[in-house]
């Protein structure tokens, strides 16, 4: 997956602060997609665990309210699973349900892994992906400019590509680093430093962004040369500026352009 084209220096600008590199890092869910496509997911899965363990609707509330779904507030709750990789929200449902059931930790587990797979194989979670303001506008301005993308997410990279295939873009980001090509999670730096090699770019000419202190610390382990935080998904400005060094609103608050 290395990219063989070599990436020219793009000017990124947010009022009075500017960054110029040649590879920009992107973390997926509430950066460059809400979390609405993972909120379906999430309410799917729930409604089939709740629908096979024949659950009452306060216990079915009460597990969609662990999984970050809460149903008097629509948007993702904070301090749930809601954040974890695929694999930890497995095993998290998992305990909760045996133990909220005295049930067998085992037999949970192989029912909580069967219904999460045909979710994964059935559920149209396409209808439910939304990019986040000026997300498709700044994956073409970089690109337009000559600048160089990836995706540096804990979702698997083969899920990352199904969501770029379906928001048609699969032009516009280069490399997709997820859990299942590199194990080690942000943040650590190990897979913004794949992302960098695989761009071709070294880590002092990128830039990392991201809405979570994770992704801004992995970018900062990894020597980028600039992190950017977003408030489009779980991280607030407090938690997030003391590792960033700007902190934008939504992606529309940066201009990109070829650097002169
Ligand atoms: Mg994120």
Redesign the pocket.
């Known amino acids: 997956m290395r990219s063989y084209h070599p990436a020219m220096p793009v000017r990124l600008a947010v009022g009075e602060g500017a960054f110029t590199g040649s590879g920009f890092l992107f973390?997926?869910?509430?950066?460059l997609v809400s979390f609405d496509h993972w909120l379906a997911v999430m309410g799917e899965r729930a409604r089939r665990l709740a629908g096979e363990l024949e659950l009452a609707e306060p216990e079915h509330q009460m597990l969609r309210r662990f999984m970050g779904l809460d149903r008097d507030r629509p948007g993702p709750t904070r301090g749930t699973i809601l954040?974890l990789p695929r694999c930890d929200v497995e095993d998290a449902v998992a305990l909760y349900l045996a133990s909220r059931r005295s049930g067998d930790l085992g037999a949970t587990r192989d029912l909580v892994g069967r219904v999460f797979r045909e979710v994964d194989e059935e559920f149209p979670f396409e209808r439910h992906l939304r990019p986040t303001a000026g997300a498709e506008e700044g994956l073409r301005a970089i690109h337009r400019a000559g600048g160089k993308t990836a995706i540096v997410?804990?979702d698997t990279a083969s899920a990352a590509r199904r969501h770029l295939a379906a928001l048609g873009w699969e032009d516009l980001v280069s490399v997709v680093v997820g859990l299942d090509v590199c194990e080690k999670r942000k943040p650590d730096p190990e897979s913004v430093l794949m992302a960098c090699d695989a761009l071709g770019v070294p880590p002092e000419e990128t830039v990392m962004v991201?809405?979570?202190v994770t992704?801004l610390l992995a970018g900062r382990a990894a020597g980028c040369g600039g992190t950017i935080a977003v408030l489009t998904?779980?991280g607030t400005e407090e938690e997030l500026a003391p590792y960033a060094d700007l902190v934008v609103p939504d992606l529309t608050s940066i201009s990109w352009a070829r650097a002169a």
Request: charged share 35%; proline share 0%.
């Open positions: 973390d997926k869910d509430g950066t954040h997410t804990h991201g809405d979570t992704d998904g779980l």
